[in-house]
């Protein structure tokens, strides 16, 4: 068995790359940011894209094990927690990754070997109130509080993106005196976009101003708000065009509840659909202001991406996704009744927002490398 150090570290994840959204890929960086920084680690995650390989040997290590069902979005694995027993001995520090299914299980077993335990919380689950079942919905986020709360008491550090986010949510606010931030170092592509996708974006642009919004298309990111206030924005701002990088999702019919909305407005929103890569970092290159019309959102890294193409942020004023603009001003923070005064602001005078994009990599890279233990 290899001698432990202080340096090995087991990172367990439900999502990991190739899975992407935001949760996938806060963990990727924090593990490369682990590795840059002299750490052997090691991430144990699910199979959940049948293209992924099983095992990658590399900066990182990466074992992907069979999920046995599927409920909602989140690959349900047994197999997981067999590996995590198996490979525990070998490494003297855990990291979770939560929201996670087995995480009370994770952390009892990391704390009876002795292992040091970090919790990555990077948000609390928050059913749709509208669409499905509200009943199962709220015993799900009730069973979900159940087991992530004590598994924080046992934890040696708890981090999330914000002490903002931490303060307000269900599971982090008994857990305080051990939290530590982490806002990954994220990094857009600086590659050429497809010709196609590149004539696309600069016809749009040509004749409007754009008004970016990315991610799922589901309750929490609140894209039904920015539709209503879209009619306000056009009386102002004729020329205004939403651009959507994202797409629909099974699991919640949001959309659908809200399709006479959002069609009513469609000769002035373009889908563009999942973007990764070039094409990605060209999206946000176009954008005149980026929002984040969320009802909830732990930290967006959306935010953070189109920060990095000097894109001014309108974000609703909700606990950690506010940070970002209310420590540099490098935008606005709405509320729901006044969104598209915000956006409006934003599009008529850029240069105001400009003059402040100096202040966003300071504040970002303060919280670039993972915490390990409390920062006092």
């Known amino acids: ?50 293209h992924a390989l099983k095992h990658e040997v590399g900066v990182v290590t990466v074992t992907r094990v069979p999920y046995q069902f599927q409920i909602s979005r989140t690959h349900y694995s047994f197999s997981i927690l ?128 754009l008004i970016g919004i990315s991610g799922r298309f589901v309750e929490e990111k609140g894209f039904d708000l920015l539709f209503q206030a879209l009619p306000d924005i056009l009386k102002k701002i004729p020329s205004a065009h939403i651009v959507f990088a994202g797409q629909h999702v099974a699991y919640e019919p949001f959309y659908d509840r809200h399709r006479a909305l959002f069609e009513s407005q469609k000769k002035h929103v373009t889908f563009l659909g999942m973007l990764t890569g070039a094409d990605l970092s060209y999206f946000y290159e176009c954008l005149d202001v980026f929002v984040l019309s969320s009802r909830i959102e732990c930290f967006a890294l959306t935010q953070i991406e189109a920060s990095q193409k000097r894109v001014p942020i309108v974000v609703t004023n909700v606990p950690g996704a506010r940070m970002l603009v209310l420590e540099t001003e490098f935008g606005e923070i709405a509320t729901h009744d006044n969104l598209a005064e915000k956006i409006i602001a934003v599009l008529k005078n850029t240069q105001k927002y400009q003059k402040n994009y100096k202040k966003v990599r300071p504040f970002l890279e303060k919280f670039h490398n993972f915490p390990l233990q409390r920062i006092t």
């Open 82 to 209: 067999k590996d995590f027993i198996r490979l525990l001995p070998t490494y003297n520090t855990v990291i979770i990754n939560s929201p996670n299914s087995n995480i009370l299980f994770l952390a009892l077993f990391a704390k009876i070997f002795r292992k040091k335990l970090v919790i990555y919380h990077q948000a609390d689950i928050l059913l749709p109130r509208h669409t499905g079942n509200r009943i199962k919905h709220r015993f799900i986020e009730l069973l979900f509080d159940f087991f992530t709360i004590p598994s924080m008491v046992l934890a040696d550090t708890v981090s999330s993106f914000t002490y903002d986010y931490a303060e307000f949510s269900r599971v982090m606010r008994y857990s305080l005196p051990k939290f530590a931030p982490y806002i990954p170092d994220i990094q857009l592509s600086a590659e050429p976009p497809q010709h196609s996708f590149k004539k696309q974006m600069d016809t749009i642009k040509k004749a409007h101003k």
């Open 1 to 50: 068995m290899p001698k432990l150090t202080a340096k090995n570290i087991l990172i367990i994840t439900e999502y990991y790359p190739p899975h992407w959204t935001g949760l996938a890929q806060s963990i990727f960086y924090a593990a490369h940011n682990l590795a840059s920084r002299g750490h052997t680690v090691h991430v144990l995650t699910t199979h959940s894209d049948p």
